[in-house]
């Protein structure tokens, strides 16, 4: 185990989980990658990753009393384990979100890096979650003042946690980029990753039900994004020790 | 109704110029609302192709030093300049000086075309037509439509709309910082609500730049 990252962005539409796929796609060629779609509430991963059909959710790892094991949930796609998860509300209100600690500590001792594509807003416990869990974030954020805000109120509440900015990534930026990376630089933890183009074939990705790196490898926005996860600086740690401090992470049981 | 109050308040002009040439007459109320969501009275605008002018207060004034009162002219619909009358700023800068949580109180006041010709002459106060709904309103798809009712020639002004208000939000440090305060803030107490108190980090928040 290396790191765990929860990809967050504080509002919904910036395209995080398209990022989250991306960055795996691309953090895949150097190590071992879990994707883990830890929207509970409003999962959407499993759509782009051709898992519509997937038997086995993280909904079902997190319903407290099943036998499911972490394994039947992990599928193996596009070079990444992923784990997806249900859309039913029915799955979502018999979960437990706080066994994704376990699910999570699981994970981890056996993959080199977790990406936690973590809900919109943190407006609940089992949204903030995801950012309590994580080593660092990374922050998918849109070019415009409502997006920007969001993203710091997003890294204060990090931060607050004990987990630090890893990186910011610019997605559906519209021309001239630089003075926004030069200005937005300085008020975060971590560097600008990258400015990932505004283009179609992140939608058409989607439709398609591939991560963006599978469908059009060769487009702005994939050079991008292998740009953005070679300017992440995934450090190393001790795979034992992470698995413990998840086990053991302070968070009760009870909501 | 015209009775040729200057009630959208830039009676001086910010550039130094003829202090008449952004006179705009008070002109008909169409309506006076409290709203949350300010994408409302943008598409009551671009809905009735409003020729006129919305004056916007935001109740929240937290994240601003001083009061902020915002006046956005709309031509057939389509927001044309923008202009903060407490700084004294407009274009890019008083759209991010309004860019900030609601519930705002709006004005829509419809006027005569022609009132509006000598205040949209000033360039410094003009913004891009989808930028009001992208900064004000996080409205993207109003954005859209926006762009698309906008006439031919201001069409090159949607290159790359909103990078400078948004420039101008991240060179205001106070502003930014009172966003993180507020936040931290939020972050401690919505904690205790969840009964995550025990996983917060004691030594955040006493960092300033990690």
Same mark, same amino acid.
């Given at each position: 185990?290396?790191?765990?990252?929860a990809v967050?962005?504080?509002?919904?539409g910036?395209?995080?989980?398209?990022?989250?796929?991306?960055?795996?796609?691309?953090?895949?060629?150097d190590?071992?990658? =879990?994707?883990v779609?830890?929207?509970?509430?409003?999962?959407?991963?499993?759509?782009h990753?051709?898992?519509?059909?997937?038997?086995?959710?993280?909904?079902?790892?997190?319903?407290?009393?099943?036998?499911t094991?972490?394994s039947?949930?992990?599928?193996d796609?596009?070079g990444?384990?992923?784990?997806?998860?249900?859309?039913s509300l029915?799955?979502?209100?018999?979960?437990?979100p706080?066994?994704?600690?376990?699910?999570?500590?699981?994970l981890?001792a056996?993959?080199?890096v977790?990406?936690?594509?973590s809900?919109?807003?943190?407006?609940?416990?089992?949204a903030?979650?995801?950012?309590?869990?994580?080593?660092?974030?990374?922050?998918?954020?849109e070019?415009?003042?409502p997006?920007?805000?969001?993203?710091?109120?997003?890294?204060?509440?990090?931060?607050s946690?004990? =987990?630090?900015?890893?990186?910011?990534?610019?997605n559906?930026?519209?021309?001239?980029?630089? =003075?926004?990376?030069e200005?937005t630089?300085?008020?975060?933890?971590?560097?600008?990753?990258?400015?990932?183009?505004d283009?179609?074939?992140?939608?058409?990705?989607?439709?398609?039900?591939k991560?963006?790196?599978?469908?059009?490898?060769?487009?702005?926005?994939?050079?991008?994004?292998?740009?953005?996860a070679?300017?992440?600086?995934?450090?190393?740690?001790?795979?034992?020790r992470?698995?413990?401090?998840?086990?053991?992470?302070?968070?009760?049981d009870?909501? | 109704?015209?009775d040729?109050?200057?009630?959208?308040?830039p009676?001086r002009?910010?550039?130094?110029?003829?202090?008449?040439?952004?006179?705009?007459p008070?002109?008909?109320?169409?309506?006076?609302?409290?709203?949350?969501d300010?994408?409302?009275?943008?598409?009551?605008?671009l809905?009735?192709?409003?020729?006129g002018?919305?004056?916007?207060?935001?109740?929240?004034?937290?994240?601003?030093?001083?009061?902020?009162?915002?006046?956005?002219?709309f031509?057939?619909?389509?927001?044309?300049?923008v202009?903060?009358?407490?700084?004294?700023?407009?274009?890019?800068?008083?759209?991010?000086e309004?860019?900030?949580?609601?519930?705002?109180?709006?004005?829509?006041?419809?006027?005569e075309a022609?009132?509006?010709?000598?205040?949209h002459g000033?360039?410094?106060?003009?913004v891009?037509?989808?930028?009001?709904?992208?900064?004000?309103?996080?409205?993207?798809?109003?954005?859209?439509?926006?762009?698309?009712?906008?006439?031919a020639?201001?069409?090159?002004?949607?290159?790359?709309?909103?990078?400078?208000?948004l420039?101008?939000?991240?060179?205001?440090?106070?502003?930014?910082?009172a966003?993180r305060?507020q936040?931290?803030?939020?972050?401690?107490?919505?904690?205790?609500?969840?009964?995550?108190?025990?996983?917060?980090?004691?030594?955040?928040?006493?960092?300033?730049?990690?």
């Open positions: 185990m290396v790191e765990a990252f967050a962005s504080g509002k919904g910036t395209g995080k989980t398209t990022s989250t796929l991306a960055l795996g796609m691309a953090l895949s060629a190590y071992d990658v =879990t994707v779609d830890a929207d509970t509430g409003m999962a959407n991963l499993l759509f990753a051709g898992l519509d059909d997937a038997p086995v959710t993280l909904h079902d790892l997190l319903i407290e009393g099943t036998a094991d972490v039947e949930a992990t599928y796609r596009f990444m384990s992923v784990v997806p998860c249900g859309t029915a799955g979502f209100e018999a979960a437990d706080v066994r994704l600690r376990d699910v999570v500590a699981e981890a056996d993959t080199d977790i990406l936690l594509d809900p919109a807003a943190l407006g609940s416990k089992s903030v979650l995801p950012i309590v869990l994580a080593d660092r974030t990374v922050i998918v954020v070019p415009t003042i997006a920007l805000s969001d993203a710091l109120k997003v890294q204060e509440y990090a931060r946690y004990g =987990t630090e900015t890893a990186g910011v990534l610019f559906k930026v519209r021309g001239e980029f630089d =003075t926004i990376a200005r630089d300085r008020h975060f933890g971590g560097p600008i990753l990258a400015g990932v183009p283009s179609d074939a992140a939608r058409e990705a989607r439709r398609a039900g991560p963006l790196l599978a469908h059009a490898p060769e487009s702005e926005a994939a050079v991008a994004y292998r740009r953005a070679d300017r992440l600086d995934v450090r190393d740690g001790d795979g034992d992470v698995a413990d401090r998840f086990s053991s992470a302070v968070v009760p009870t909501p | 109704m015209t040729g109050t200057d009630r959208p308040g009676d002009s910010p550039s130094g110029g003829d202090p008449q040439e952004l006179h705009i008070r002109g008909t109320l169409l309506r006076s609302r409290v709203v949350s300010v994408a409302t009275p943008l598409e009551t605008a809905e009735r192709s409003l020729i002018y919305a004056t916007i207060v935001p109740q929240e004034t937290l994240l601003l030093s001083g009061e902020a009162r915002g006046v956005i002219t031509e057939e619909g389509v927001p044309v300049l202009y903060n009358t407490v700084t004294d700023n407009g274009g890019p800068e008083a759209l991010a309004l860019a900030v949580p609601g519930p705002y109180r709006v004005e829509l006041y419809a006027v022609a009132a509006l010709t000598a205040a000033a360039e410094a106060l003009r891009a037509p989808g930028s009001v709904a992208t900064e004000l309103a996080d409205a993207p798809d109003l954005a859209e439509r926006t762009r698309a009712a906008a006439p020639d201001r069409h090159d002004e949607g290159g790359h709309e909103g990078a400078d208000a420039a101008s939000f991240l060179a205001d440090d106070d502003r930014i910082e966003i305060e936040a931290r803030e939020e972050a401690r107490s919505r904690a205790a609500e969840w009964g995550l108190t025990d996983a917060l980090d004691t030594t955040a928040g006493t960092v300033e730049d990690r």
